[in-house]
């Protein structure tokens, strides 16, 4: 397509390129990658979006940007303005209007014109200043002059204080002369971007201040206090506008008009200011609309607002998520000496810090062989890495202090997660070697990347009416089905008639939090299976898996986060399913705390879970039996 490639100007050693962490880049540091000087060909990733940004700058289109926040949709509105043509840039002047003050006259002349004519209105305002103090004197010296010759001194003096003062506020009349320079880009090397995002009704469409002094000649005149919005500042330019449904619905509405018009005139925004008697002639605001928001947003902004977009421009969805290459990797590392560049202050990054921040990417998109593109949050990691190495005035970014600032910049549900486990050290629920019947240690995630161990407790007592599963919480439909989906598979071993017991689940320490129920079956079925059996379960091993009714161990979302988690708690063992192994991106730290063992059936999972031979051995081979093939061929009978 258009896009252009920028590879970074560097060496690229293609035989290692696959397996390497930098995509065979060759750097010491990030001082040696080339950054390109386009805004729009730094955007890493969004290829349909950089697209439609390109085609819609040539036809002038507007554009509508779905996605999550820190991909790049204020980046490429941004670039977006760089592919205007300068060309038609225009000033914006406004002027008094002798024939009615409060519609004050707009003038549009080309880019640069506007210094000039108020130079020369200022030059001519001096001059006429200049004749009238010099007539002001004069007229002083004669009046002085006739008093003095007369005796009256005292007289003479209160005189010429009155006309000194006549003079000095009927001075307005000459400042009335220049106009307001309400949009000026003689300076500007490229089109205007203005971004609008949670402006008020002012700021966005423009606004003419209160005069307290409203007559008396010590008024402003009103085309002085007229202020132009984002709507004429964009004007030939870009309008971006992020979380467009947060903009109240009149607001909205006059966007609309404007954007219909092309003019839109600048009025008091505030009722009851004097502002609001004054309405300008219309002012120019020939902008194209980049609007912003997640699916939410656009669906709650004003329906003709986004007709209005749709139809006459584009609407583009922003990935999360990029498929792993070498190429790729090799932009992410150019990522980092875009941001480094662009602050200015922060000391370049070694190889191995790039290599560490390319980890993390790659952890954070949660996803097999892809890297997130969630670059605001990546971007905050490069600069608290960079601020600990400039701190200690070291010449470069070290993998350490990647490592650091990683430390620092956790989310607030990291730290609520680490918060628990200090808590939970106070209490009795440390991870210990001994069995326990009935108990296992879950794993969740809590918010997007913090891993938490959610002990889960199952008791198995004789029913009261028809059995029931009763668990705590919100999580009791998640304990039901996989009380079901356990329940089939113990019905081929065991005796126990689940139907004729309550199961009681407990999630312990389950905060109101988002734990995600599926992930956690493999574990209510271990400690269910646990408690009917009454044998014990080996309380230094985690699990995370989702369980089929097949027995079968299913992959689940966050297991790097998790392994990390049960290896923060003290956990020696951690069973994740096997489908899952190659998302397990765990840093090296916790490699050595922790044995990682892959599953792929729940006979596999109580045989590492469960303790206290021969009782489980039997129970596991009786299992193995009867589940995945075996389990097939009993389903019919
Ligand atoms: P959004 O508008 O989607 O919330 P921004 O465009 O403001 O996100 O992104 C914030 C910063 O993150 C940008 O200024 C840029 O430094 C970096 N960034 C975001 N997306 C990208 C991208 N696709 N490629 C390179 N850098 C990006």
Redesign the pocket.
């Known amino acids: 397509g258009s896009s252009v490639e920028v590879d970074p100007g560097v060496e690229v050693d293609e035989e290692i390129a696959e397996d390497d962490l930098l995509g065979g880049l060759r750097i010491d540091s990030t001082e040696d990658i080339e950054v390109p000087d386009r805004l729009v060909d ?5 290829d349909e979006a950089r697209d439609i940004i390109i085609k819609a700058a040539k036809q002038r289109r507007h554009v509508m940007m779905i ?1 999550s ?8 509105a941004k670039a977006m303005s760089q592919l205007l043509p300068k060309e038609d840039l225009q000033d914006v002047l406004v002027y008094h209007n002798p024939d009615d003050g409060n519609e004050p006259k707009v003038r549009t002349v080309p880019a640069g014109k506007g210094d000039q004519i108020i130079d020369a209105h200022k030059e001519e305002a001096r001059k006429r200043n200049q004749m009238r103090s010099i007539l002001m004197w004069i007229i002083i010296a004669i009046v002085v002059g006739y008093a003095i010759l007369t005796g009256s001194i005292l007289l003479g003096i209160l005189a010429a204080g009155i006309i000194w003062l006549i003079f000095r506020y009927t001075n307005r009349g000459t400042d009335a002369m220049v106009p307001n320079m309400i949009v000026n880009n003689g300076d500007q090397r490229v089109a205007p971007f203005e971004d609008a995002t949670g402006a008020h009704a002012g700021a966005l469409l423009g606004d003419v201040r209160h005069d307290p002094f409203q007559s008396g000649g010590m008024e402003t005149p009103s085309h002085d206090r007229v202020e132009p919005g984002s709507i004429h500042k964009a004007n030939k330019g870009v309008l971006f506008v ?1 979380e467009i449904n947060t903009l109240d619905i009149r607001t909205q509405q006059k966007l609309m008009t404007a954007i219909q018009e092309g003019e839109f005139a600048i009025t008091g925004q505030s009722e009851r200011s004097s502002g609001a008697m004054v309405q300008t002639e219309p002012v120019p605001c020939d902008f194209i609309m980049v609007a ?1 928001g997640n699916l939410d947003a656009m669906e709650n902004m004003h329906p003709a607002l986004r007709n209005r977009i749709k139809g006459y421009g584009y609407e583009v969805y ?1 990935d999360d998520t990029i498929e792993d290459t070498p190429e790729m990797r090799r932009k992410y590392a150019r ?1 980092i000496a ?2 480094v560049e ?1 602050d200015g202050r922060l000391p370049h990054f070694t190889d191995e810090a790039v290599e560490e921040l390319i980890l993390e990417a790659k952890r954070r998109s949660g996803r097999k062989n892809h890297l997130t ?1 969630h ?2 949050s990546l ?1 905050g990691l490069v600069r608290v890495a960079g601020d600990i190495a400039r701190a200690e005035d070291r010449d470069h970014t070290t993998r350490e202090d990647v490592l650091q600032a990683k430390e620092r910049s956790r989310s607030i549900e990291q730290q609520l997660a680490d918060d628990y486990i200090e808590r939970r050290k106070d209490y009795e629920l440390q991870v210990t070697e001994d069995g326990v019947e009935g108990r296992v240690n879950g794993l969740a995630v809590m918010g997007e990347d913090s891993g938490i161990m959610l002990p889960v407790m199952a008791e198995i007592a004789p029913a009261q009416g028809g059995g029931q599963v009763i668990a705590t919480g919100k999580l009791q439909e998640m304990a039901e089905e996989s009380v079901q989906n356990v329940s089939a598979i113990i019905k081929k071993f065991s005796d126990v008639d689940l139907s004729e017991k309550d199961i009681h689940i407990q999630f312990v320490q389950a905060g109101q939090q988002g734990v995600d129920g599926d992930s956690a079956s493999i574990t209510v079925a271990t400690a269910v299976i646990s408690a009917l059996e009454d044998i014990p379960v080996d309380q230094s091993v985690a699990m995370t898996g989702s369980l089929s009714v097949r027995g079968d161990v299913l992959p689940v979302g966050g297991v790097t986060h998790k392994i990390e988690a049960a290896a923060k708690a003290g956990c020696s063992k951690v069973i994740i399913p096997a489908a899952n192994e190659q998302d397990v991106m765990i840093e090296e730290e916790y490699e050595e705390m922790i044995e990682i063992i892959p599953c792929a059936n729940i006979s596999e999972v109580l045989d590492v879970a469960l303790m206290g031979e021969p009782k489980k051995d039997s129970l596991v081979d009786r299992l193995k039996s009867i589940t995945s093939t075996a389990f097939d061929q009993n389903q019919g009978t």
Request: glycine share 20%; proline share 4%; net charge positive.
């Open positions: 730094q955007v890493i990733g969004q996605g926040p820190g991909t790049g949709k204020s980046m490429l992020d912003a922003m990522f875009q941001e662009r593109l670059f605001r971007g």
